[in-house]
């Protein structure tokens, strides 16, 4: 039955994809952000965001409003890709392989076919922004974005509260997913009281507690745009969900963006493309190294499956923050096959070969939900270095920094004002990819986010109707000075 809500779903942002004027298009896989655990089933789970962005950029590249060669850097990406497949040729000749159940695509050259077509779903709403630029609203689709994780946060909250006095999990983990063999419910138990985790339609209480935190710092950014009552609102779900959600990830995030924000004046010091780039790199190689380092010392989490531990509230919290100084499972296995087989480091494993050469890593004790499943990283510096190794980490990073401060807009415009909003758009820039490199689920929509949020300094001030103005007329005076 709930599969049969995951196709009318889909269908659904099928639809809105294909009717909705253009300058309103990309508010539709951002709405389904938070839906993250409704999957089509098509050989491999996509996501509503990922149907969504395939269904626009196939509509908008065939009606020519949107080219490959629009976004800066694509040169980096395609090395990156290139290097990344060569690796996975070497390791398909070479390594020895295992099946996965799931289908055709989960096993050999067709799974890293999908993987590329996941990653290309992951980058292609940058082209789709720099082809649509002069026809975004770009305040409707940071609205919509926010309100959708607003809506299905409360539903997670609801989720909850209803748990506790019925005892009845109505959306156990994996139910709507493309996989759904194994259910279960993210319970803690606190003080004697079993408590479960909100998850909502997100599929797992972490997932909900990122889109949570991610939109809090959009908002945050962009508050601006609305009244103080429905700011504080929105700000106090936000925070209420992350707390919920008992997440370890979200509440190290929620730390990161305080120290971003803070300090937000030096971090607009990096707005050069070398500056950047030490950076990022930075950030993802140093969460890396930390990763690798734990791994070796022998830090491991056995916390997927979820045990019922009858402790006070702060002794809960502890738990989930400073008492998990370790490394998840997949990560873990993954990480350790690395450090086993140095010469993976230059190129990796190869795209989509993650999971090669793990087998004989894995724990007794995970064994009975890790067998015949693909590893797959779950931290995005991990799944770089693991599917492209150091050289496609860091000609991918070149991609971000190129595209973030090579944009045409920013090369071109003259305007002080403007100028300034890229400047003090660079923490929160910064701080979106951390958490993508922290989760790599995250970067499934990461980028969009950027993209748009690159387009939009008109909101982030009392002048916005005249500034937006302004931007549409010296972009369109770009556009016809490109076609003369």
Partial sequence: MLNLVSYFFAAAVVILCLVVPRRYALSIPLGAVPLASVELNVGVGLSLFQVGVAVLFLRFFLSGSVRLTNAQGLVFLLIALFAATASAAITLDSAPQQDFFGGY???????????LVLVSLMVLPIFLVEGLRNNIECNLTIKVFLLSVFVFSVLGLFHSAYYSLTQVDLFPIGAMSADNSLLRSPVLSISGVTYLRPTGLSGEPKILALVNVIALAVMVHFRSIYRKITFRLFASIYLITVLACFSTSAFICIFVYLMFFLFRRPISMFKKPAAMFVLLA???????????????????????????????????LADRTIGRVEVEDFDYIISKSMLETPNYFFLGKGLGQSHVDTDHLIPERMRYYTEGKILSPKSGSLFLLANAGVLGSICFILFIVNYITQSS????????????????SSYL??????????????????????????????????????????????????SGSLVR
């Fill in 429 to 478: 820039l910064a701080f979106l990819l951390c958490v993508a490199f922290l989760r790599f689920y995250v970067f499934e929509y990461i980028f969009l986010l950027i993209a748009v949020a690159k387009y939009s300094p008109v909101l982030s001030d009392k002048r916005a109707p005249l500034l937006r103005r302004r931007l549409r007329e010296r972009l369109s005076g770009m």
């Fill in 409 to 424: 807009m920013r090369r071109r415009a003259d305007d002080a004002y403007l100028r300034k909003f890229v400047d003090r």
């Fill in 282 to 316: 930075s950030m993802n190689f140093g969460l890396l190294g930390s990763m690798l380092y734990v791994v070796e010392a022998g830090g491991v989490s056995t916390n997927s499956t979820v045990a019922l531990d009858e402790v006070g509230f702060a002794q809960t």
């Fill in 105 to 115: 695509f989960r096993n050999g050259w067709p799974r890293t076919f999908v993987t």
